[in-house]
């Protein structure tokens, strides 16, 4: 099974600031990396797919980069709407996994 | 525009078993895969298994392997999640979620179903 990590676990940005979430695989996952959003109460979102394609809607502030084990999700500049819990997921092999996720909050 | 409708929430004892059905509407249901997550409460994400209705088989996180039963109905675009001998540590919102392949991310998520286990 491949290990997903993410850090840190939690970051606190001010609102018009860039945030920077890693992702780490156990063993290579090619470019086959995800991300998605979730806020309380909701079913998760998907933001990135192929590590670095923006799902359709998805605004130009959420960029994605990296392949094989490191991975990056960097919000560009933070709006109120993007304070919440993100998590990566390697769809490389069976079983898929998730990251722990990394909660963005208000600082 | 893919949508999944899950069924509604259960409350379950101790060593019973549950089971959640999620159907799909929007798109081509059999050349799709549907995975199944869950999430306990204030925790993180946790994929269990897997199954790509063209083919009809289902992959497991080991965890799950011999606990849960996933299966589809392409006649009916829903698929099927079984858990049997269930503890109070499965209590937890389960997702069912789309993916346009046996390899892809996961597109579009349904509503979810809490499960209570408790006695």
């Known amino acids: 099974e491949i290990m997903m990590t993410q850090s840190p676990a939690t970051l606190s940005v001010s609102p018009g600031e860039r945030a920077t979430l890693s992702c780490r695989a156990s063993?290579?996952?090619?470019?086959?990396l995800a991300w998605y959003q979730q806020k309380p109460g909701q079913a998760p979102r998907l933001l990135i797919s192929?590590?670095?394609t923006r799902a359709t809607g998805i605004p130009a502030r959420f960029s994605g980069s990296g392949s094989g084990t490191e991975f990056t999700l960097t919000i560009s500049s933070l709006q109120s709407e993007d304070f919440a819990v993100y998590y990566c997921h390697q769809y490389n092999d069976w079983p898929f996994t998730f990251g722990p996720g990394t909660t963005v909050d208000i600082k | 525009q893919v949508q999944l409708v899950q069924s509604g929430a259960e409350v379950q004892r101790p060593g019973s078993s549950v089971k959640v059905s999620c159907k799909a509407s929007g798109g081509t249901f059999s050349n799709s895969a549907i995975s199944w997550v869950r999430q306990a409460p204030g925790q993180g994400l946790e994929w269990m298994g897997g199954i790509t209705p063209v083919f009809g088989i289902a992959n497991y996180a080991q965890k799950f392997q011999g606990r849960v039963i996933i299966t589809a109905d392409e006649s009916t675009s829903t698929s099927y999640m079984e858990v049997t001998s269930l503890k109070s540590e499965d209590t937890a919102v389960y997702y069912c979620?789309?993916?346009?392949?046996?390899?892809?991310?996961?597109?579009?998520w349904g509503q979810g179903t809490l499960v209570i286990v408790s006695s």
């Open positions: 063993q290579s996952v090619g470019s086959n």
């Open positions: 979620v789309h993916g346009s392949g046996q390899y892809s991310s996961l597109d579009h």
């Open positions: 192929d590590a670095s």
